[in-house]
C-alpha cells in the first residue's frame, strides 16, 4: 500500500536552531512529492513539488530536497512565524495524495 | 487571483441528518478534490473530480458522495451523518489532472451531535 511517514512528530526549536524534517515514501508509483505548511484551523498552504531524486528547491528559509526513498524539508535559523504543523504527501494516482501525519514544529523566540 | 473558496466554514448537525458542502476552485483549475481531516487519521482522500467526472475515490463508504458542476465548483454529501463524520473537510483545486501541486481552501468544520 502506498504510504509516506513522517518524523519526528513534534520538534521545537529555538530561533535561529536550524535543523531537517524528514518524509519516507513508498517507492512504487511515485509520481510527485509535495510539501505543505497548515496552520491551526487553515487549510495546507502549498510549499514544494519535487519529482525526480537530487531535485532541490528554496523558498525564504525552507529548502526541501528528494533521494530516491525520503525527502527532506531543511529550516535554516526559524522564526517564531514558521511554527506550524509541515506536512508531506505523496503522489501516485492523478491528484491523489496519501498525506503522512505530519511534524508539529514549534520555535521559540 | 482568488484563492480555493469553501462553504460554510462551520456546520453543526445531527446525527442522521445529511450535509453538502461547497466548494469554488481558483479560477482556471479543472480539478478538485477533498480530503477528511482529524486528529487521529491525518488527512484522507476522498475524491477528485476533473471535467465533471470522477477520477479516483478514496476508501470511504458510499454515504459520501460528490459532484462537480460545469463551472468545475464541486459539492460533496455526507448522508445518514454518524458522530465519526465530524471532521475537518478540505477542498483541492489543481490546473490539470495528474501529479500537480493541489491549492487547499479553509475547510469547512463539520461536528456531528
Known amino acids: 500500500e502506498d504510504q509516506v511517514t513522517q518524523s519526528p512528530e513534534a520538534l521545537r526549536l529555538q530561533e535561529g536552531e536550524s535543523s531537517s524534517l524528514n518524509c519516507s515514501y513508498t517507492v512504487s508509483g511515485l509520481r510527485g512529492l509535495f510539501w505543505y505548511r497548515q496552520d491551526p484551523g487553515k487549510g495546507p498552504e502549498f510549499l514544494f513539488t519535487?519529482?525526480?531524486a537530487g531535485e532541490e528547491k528554496e523558498k525564504e528559509r525552507l529548502k526541501a530536497t528528494l533521494t530516491k526513498k525520503e525527502s527532506f524539508l531543511h529550516i535554516t535559523a526559524p522564526k517564531p512565524e514558521d511554527s506550524a504543523t509541515y506536512l508531506c504527501?505523496?503522489?501516485?494516482?492523478?491528484?491523489?495524495?496519501?498525506f503522512g501525519t505530519g511534524t508539529s514544529l514549534t520555535v521559540i523566540p | 487571483k482568488a484563492g480555493v473558496t469553501q462553504t460554510p466554514r462551520y456546520l453543526i448537525k445531527t446525527r442522521g441528518q445529511q450535509v453538502t458542502l461547497s466548494c469554488s476552485p481558483i479560477?482556471?483549475?479543472?480539478?478538485v478534490s477533498w480530503y477528511q481531516q482529524t486528529p487521529g487519521q491525518g488527512l484522507q482522500f476522498l475524491f477528485e473530480?476533473?471535467?465533471?467526472?470522477?477520477?479516483n475515490k478514496g476508501n470511504f463508504p458510499g454515504r459520501f458522495s460528490g459532484r462537480q458542476f460545469s463551472n468545475s465548483r464541486s459539492e460533496m454529501n455526507v448522508s445518514t451523518l454518524e458522530l465519526g463524520d465530524s471532521a475537518l473537510y478540505l477542498c483541492a483545486s489543481s490546473f490539470q489532472f495528474q501529479y500537480t501541486e493541489a491549492f487547499f481552501g479553509q475547510g469547512t468544520r463539520l461536528t456531528v451531535v
Open positions: 479560477s482556471g483549475h479543472r480539478s
Open positions: 519535487l519529482y525526480s
Open positions: 504527501a505523496g503522489g501516485y494516482t492523478g491528484n491523489q495524495f496519501y
Open positions: 473530480y476533473f471535467s465533471e467526472t470522477q477520477r
